[in-house]
């Protein structure tokens, strides 16, 4: 199986695509306010939950979407929500992507895209319009990560920051938060094992293969031990609504 679908059949019952409940996305985006006619994009947009989301609340504006992995249910509940015609999905690395400015930029756990933190943030910075607004949301600690976090996650101690460096990266590249979420360990459990189920269940009723079967089992129990192992109550993840404030010393 392609990795890609893995992730597919991973967020068949949750393809927001972040430990993020649908109600809590549904406030972020309320958040935004783009005029008629704007445009949007999301740089690294999986399923193109939060996108479609913007558009639905906002019939006015149109959106791109952008991941090197386009699955192909983000086109077909695009259809199925008759925002086709408002939205264009490009298969493409996102982070060397470059198609102008737009007026809302969305980069939400793609920050992997670009490297850390801070480079998705001069991404995003180079895609937003002087003035525009942005929503992103990115992995942070909890507190001082443990040994078994790092090593079920497989990162080092300097991949993530604490919530105050979050902030902190995001004043120093010329934004204000209007508004934040952390979520919360009901939302990551929903979000790990929602991954983990979708794909227990289709190995176990629809894979077509053996193989196929054992891949997606393999995929759930990897994804399921690092969360449970290490992660859980340790990694945390949050989500900003971001202004531009730097109009004035932006080259």
């Known amino acids: 199986m ?9 967020h068949l019952r949750h393809p927001i695509g972040a430990p993020v409940a649908p109600e809590r996305l549904r406030e972020l985006v309320g958040w935004l306010s783009p005029s008629d006619g704007a445009r949007a994009v999301d740089l690294g947009c999986g399923e193109g939950e939060w996108l479609q989301e913007l558009l639905l609340a906002h019939p006015g504006i149109t959106g791109v979407g952008i991941d090197h992995m386009l699955p192909a249910s983000a086109a077909r509940r695009a259809e199925e929500r008759k925002l086709s015609d408002r939205v264009c ?3 493409t690395d996102a982070a060397t992507w470059d198609d102008g400015v737009f007026d809302v930029v969305l980069c939400i756990g793609a920050s992997h895209a670009f490297g850390r933190l801070e480079d998705m943030l001069a991404a995003v910075r180079r895609r937003l319009r002087p003035g525009g607004q942005a929503l992103i949301g990115d992995s942070i600690w909890e507190g001082a990560p443990s040994a078994s976090a790092l090593a079920a996650l497989e990162v080092s101690a300097d991949a993530y920051p604490d919530l105050v460096g979050f902030v902190r990266a995001v004043r120093e590249h010329g934004f204000e938060p209007s508004y934040g ?3 919360t360990l009901a939302e990551w459990d929903d979000y790990h094992f929602s991954w983990t189920g979708s794909l227990v269940d289709w ?11 054992d891949q997606a089992l393999a ?5 399921r031990d690092a969360w449970l192992s290490g992660a859980r109550r340790e990694l945390g993840f949050a989500t900003f609504v971001l202004h531009d404030i730097a109009v004035s010393t932006r080259d």
């Open 2 to 10: 392609e990795r890609s679908e893995i992730f597919d059949i991973a």
């Open 89 to 91: 999905w490009i298969e």
């Open 181 to 183: 979420h952390v979520s």
């Open 203 to 213: 190995a176990v009723r629809e894979a077509p293969t053996t193989e196929d079967r």
């Open 219 to 223: 995929a759930a129990r990897g994804n």
